[in-house]
Nanobody, 123 residues
Framework: VQLVESGGGSVQEGGSLRLSCAAS????????MAWFRQAPGKEREGVAW????????HYADSVKDRFTISRDKGANTLYLEMNSLKLEDTAIYYC?????????????????WGQGTQVTVSS
């Protein structure tokens, strides 16, 4: 499985960004997907998860009601719509995939990672 993120950049506090993750190599298998992030000096943390069907999503409390995860199964693309961005959302954002069935949330164990895309929020 190969994952390639795009859409990162710099934005002012309160602004919006949309991240994309192009996936390939699923070979007909079903994968749950997720977005993680890692801020400078901090551990990587999960922020949003979505099941293989796309029918169920889960969010970290820190991004709930501001971020929306979605996927276009036909295009094998994962998205993260980020609104009302805060300074503390500054991080490298990673796309991840785990073979379905999977456990979304803190027990999610990826089989593949993307290379990451930088998101910088400034005041």
């Amino acid at each position: 499985v190969q994952l390639v993120e795009s859409g990162g950049g710099s934005v002012q506090e309160g602004g919006s960004l949309r991240l994309s993750c192009a996936a390939s190599g699923f070979a007909g298998l079903q994968y749950c997907m997720a977005w993680f992030r890692q801020a400078p000096g901090k551990e990587r943390e999960g922020v949003a998860w979505i099941t293989a069907s796309g029918l169920s999503t889960h969010y970290a409390d820190s991004v709930k009601d501001r971020f929306t995860i979605s996927r276009d199964k036909g295009a094998n693309t994962l998205y993260l719509e980020m609104n009302s961005l805060k300074l503390e959302d500054t991080a490298i954002y990673y796309c991840a995939a785990a073979l379905s069935p999977c456990i979304v949330g803190s027990s999610f164990t990826p089989n593949a990672w993307g290379q990451g895309t930088q998101v910088t929020v400034s005041s």
